[in-house]
Nanobody, 120 residues
């Protein structure tokens, strides 16, 4: 069993910053990708940023230049540094990972979500 535990959400004013963390634990052989998604009320869940390969990253157009995803493989943790936050960034942010629990057995896992609210 693999768990993803997020932390770092909260209420912030427009223009402010937050840093989200997601730590993976459990029966892990290797982690292929670790990503951040978000879901705003009444909207579909969308990919915000992802890490893959060796140091490769991708971002949604709406967050490019403002958000930075990083990963600490030794700690099995992914971070999302969010700067210049806007009200439209308000959403529940979910950590997602594709994990091999043994060689050749790849599964995807989701965290429980952390609320980010950007409001004055």
């Amino acid at each position: 069993q693999v768990q993803l535990v997020e932390s770092g959400g909260g209420l912030v004013q427009p223009g402010g910053s937050l840093r989200l963390s997601c730590a993976a634990s459990g029966s892990i052989f290797s982690i292929n990708t670790m990503d951040w998604y978000r879901q705003a009320p009444g909207k579909q869940r969308e990919l915000v940023a992802r890490t893959y390969g060796v140091g490769k990253t991708d971002y949604a157009d709406s967050v490019k230049g403002r958000f930075t995803i990083s990963r600490d493989n030794a700690k099995k943790t992914v971070y999302l540094q969010m700067n210049s936050l806007k009200p439209e960034d308000t959403a529940v942010y979910y950590c997602h990972a594709n994990v091999q629990i043994r060689l050749g057995a790849l599964y995807e896992y989701w965290g429980q979500g952390t609320q980010v609210t950007v409001s004055s």
